[in-house]
């Protein structure tokens, strides 16, 4: 069957059109804080918008029959085109004047990995960066799952791209048609990130640092408007409190969160994947607090404030607060927790192979994965005592098929192997071990800060070009779960059959 490469321009186009939307609501951003840079920002938009239109125009005679390639291709390729026209905010406004480092920024943003190559982001015009900080908000849930939502006033159906890009293992439906699936979640989506804002300016944050801080915190992203992102406001707790819960919320499957809205309580609270994941968050943050509290010098490793209410509180706040930002793989930070002493190091790069729930807006290999993998393993164990006996493994009560099981083993080889490359490629760049290493499993899990040069404090900007572009692809990947990007590279996904 040939491709159907004009639904795919058409839908390409259409991406185009949001992204424009996005740049053009900088641009009003930028005219009320007298920035500067407003018909720069509103020339980016006016640019995006146009070429979209172009696109559909030419492509409006489409069949509107998608198959599963064609939703592969549109996922993939709209994250690349995404990249590729938000980079234009940042050029034309000279905030970034290279376009390596442009598109190293905006991929950063979309996929909601957090890196950057900036070095002084305080100075940036406020506009650019509303900008930056909306690369996450669109990236955090999907700009294919929001597309979805409209697909209907063009005649089609969206199955298809919703199973490529919803994160986790599976998508779990809230409704019979997936364009309202998709309405729902980004109601909640945006219901969170009000409500955050408004709790961020009561707390004493901005009005515009906190509506940056909301979108960057539920699209689990990590971008600040501070060059000491959340350690900004160390002699203010309550202000890390509010993220630590929103932070939390991201990292859930929004599904449950529908759930809990619709008053389905009882099914939130017997989730397996929610049990584990707050679990895994409860003990280590103990393990991190007793250690901080016993071992760690808080007075080095944070930048500003480091003990407000006491240690033992201060030690807990930290300790909580990078753990859930790290296994949320938001990479927010209030200190450098790789001079928390070097076991605490190790706990924390294991932490970025964990990530959150599925359907949730984090990265990594996502806890029911773990999860399943786990009791998969312990089956192995009663499969050869009782090789004849039929022993599913169960999720939820419910009995999980074995192409699941087969699936999410052969995410989690590809996984490592993808780490484990990734980590090779980027030592031939000269990048000593302890970097290799956190560069690789920070840029595939989406974490954003990585370990020894490129740690919580530093930033990107000294990463050779060409390993700007490989952090990037990596983090693509990572952000589209392996398979549907990786699937193009192979060669029968192409043969017309």
């Known amino acids: ?6 639904i795919i321009f058409h839908f390409l186009g259409l991406l185009l059109l949001f992204n424009g939307g996005f740049m053009l609501l900088s641009s009003l951003i930028s005219l009320i804080y ?20 172009l696109v559909m125009f030419n492509t409006k005679d489409h069949n509107k029959e998608m198959n599963k390639r064609e939703g592969y291709i549109v996922v993939a390729f709209g994250w690349i085109v995404m990249t590729l026209s938000g980079t234009i905010p940042y050029l034309l406004t000279g905030s970034i004047t290279s376009f390596t480092n442009a598109f190293f ?32 908000w669109i990236g955090g849930m999907g ?4 597309a979805v939502a409209i697909l209907p006033l063009l005649g089609i159906g969206g199955m298809q791209m919703f199973a490529a890009e919803a994160p986790g293992p599976s998508a779990d439906k809230l409704h019979p048609r997936i364009t309202d699936t998709a ?5 909640i989506y945006f219901g969170y990130t009000a409500a955050e804002t408004i709790l961020l300016k009561v707390a004493g944050m901005s009005f515009f640092d906190a509506i940056n801080h909301s979108l ?16 900004y406001w160390n002699g203010q707790p309550i202000i890390q409190y509010i993220i630590i819960v929103f932070m939390f919320l991201a990292g859930t499957n929004f599904v449950l969160s529908y759930f809990a809205f619709k008053g389905k309580i009882q099914r939130v609270l017997r989730d397996e994947e929610l049990k584990l994941y707050f679990k895994f968050i409860a003990i280590f943050t103990i393990i991190a607090a007793l250690i901080i509290y016993f071992k760690a010098d808080l007075t080095t490793s944070t930048i500003e404030h480091p003990m407000v209410w006491g240690k033992a509180e201060s030690s807990f706040r930290h300790a909580l607060f990078q753990v859930i930002s790290v296994v949320t793989t938001t990479g927010f930070i209030t200190a450098d927790y790789t001079l928390w002493t070097p076991l605490l190091l190790v706990f924390f790069f294991g932490l970025m192979f964990l990530g959150g729930s599925a359907g949730s807006t984090s990265g990594g290999v996502k806890v029911v994965r773990h999860l399943i993998l786990i009791k998969n393993g312990f089956l192995e164990f009663k499969r050869a005592l009782h090789p004849n006996a039929v022993l599913p493994v169960r999720y939820n009560n419910k009995a999980v098929t074995g ?20 980590a090779l490629v980027f030592s031939m760049f000269n990048i000593d071990f302890m970097s290799s290493i956190g560069l690789s499993a920070s840029s595939l899990g989406n974490v954003g800060p990585a370990l020894g040069n490129f740690g919580p404090v530093n930033n990107y900007a000294a990463l050779p070009s060409l390993g700007k572009w490989w952090a990037s692809f990596l ?9 549907t990007v990786l699937i193009l590279l192979t060669p029968f996904f192409w043969r017309n059959r």
């Open 1 to 6: 069957m040939k491709l159907n490469y004009k």
């Open 216 to 231: 960057c915190t539920l699209s689990t992203g990590g971008f600040s408007t501070k060059n000491a992102s959340i350690a």
């Open 183 to 187: 309405k729902r979640l980004w109601l």
């Open 403 to 422: 192409d699941i099981v087969f699936n999410i083993l052969a995410f989690f080889i590809l996984y490592m192997l993808s780490f484990i490359v990734g």
């Open 475 to 483: 983090m693509l990947i990572g952000r589209l779960e392996l398979f």
């Open 143 to 146: 700009i294919i799952v929001l």
């Open 34 to 53: 007298k920035d500067g840079v407003t018909f720069n920002l509103f020339l980016s938009g006016g640019i995006t918008i146009l070429v979209g239109l």
């Open 105 to 136: 920024e905006t991929m950063s943003g979309y996929t909601t990995t957090g890196a950057t190559i900036l070095n002084d982001i305080e100075i940036v015009p406020k506009g650019v960066l509303f900008w930056r900080s909306l690369t996450h």
